[in-house]
């Protein structure tokens, strides 16, 4: 069965220091794997995707995702936080047939 | 580019009636649309796949009858929530895909349901 696994509910990081929220998958096939984000009373806002190719995809707002095979992981990365980078994190994968997985979510608060 | 809103932003009904929540994507044609519940710090739970032009497919545990969802034309996707029950309370959001398909989905802001 396909799952995505978020093992962390909350991340804390001090503004200007890097983040990491992190994400492992299990599918039967190649995955297509995304990351959005979720502010107050918002929708979903995508971030970043990887379908093929390098396995480090940039994203909007200065994040980026490394896709590592054999770990079976899609980390998502920001080299320096900034308080309004605080919200829900969503990783997600699809297997390309139309129904998307969503992990349960990793609320980030970067403190000032 | 890549918009998709949703009417209304939030809806307060009475137990027993029925409330239509609409889904539009703005500036691309969506072949497939989807809605999704999110209950208070929890995941998305999607309820069904709509396809323009046929029926939706819903997922398990989720009432067709009850979540009545109808995908009229390429831009427009709705959702009727019949007779409406205080546990029917929760975040609805819908997302679509563009005829492309270039896989991620775009996400409407979302419809806060509350049911009294």
């Known amino acids: 069965a396909q799952s995505v696994a978020q093992p962390e509910d909350q991340v804390n990081v001090a503004e200007g220091n890097p983040l990491t929220v992190k994400c492992t998958y299990s599918v039967s096939g190649n995955p297509y794997l995304f990351w959005y984000v979720q502010y107050p009373n918002r929708g979903l806002q995508f971030l970043l995707k990887y379908i093929t190719g390098d396995n480090l995809v940039k994203g909007s707002y200065g994040f980026e995702a490394e896709f590592n095979k054999s770990q079976t992981s899609f980390h998502l990365k920001k080299p320096s936080a900034l308080v309004s980078d605080s919200a829900l994190y969503f990783c997600?994968?699809?297997?390309?047939?139309?129904?998307?997985?969503f992990g349960a979510g990793t609320r980030l608060f970067v403190k000032a | 580019g890549a918009v998709v809103s949703q009417h209304p932003s939030w809806v307060i009904c009475k137990s027993g009636t029925s409330v239509k929540i609409e889904c539009r994507s703005l500036?691309?044609?969506?072949?497939?649309m989807f809605w999704y519940r999110q209950f208070p710090k929890q995941s998305l739970m999607l309820m069904a796949t709509s396809n323009e032009g046929s029926k939706a497919t819903y997922e398990q545990g989720v009432e067709k009858d009850k979540f009545l969802i109808n995908h009229a034309s390429l831009t427009l996707s709705t959702l009727t929530v019949t007779s409406a029950h205080p546990e029917d309370s929760s975040f609805y959001i819908c997302?679509?895909?563009?005829?492309?398909?270039?896989?991620?989905?775009?996400f409407g802001p979302g419809t806060r349901l509350t049911v009294t």
């Open positions: 997600a994968v699809d297997t390309g047939g139309f129904k998307t997985i």
């Open positions: 500036d691309f044609q969506a072949t497939t």
């Open positions: 997302s679509a895909r563009d005829l492309g398909y270039t896989y991620e989905q775009y």
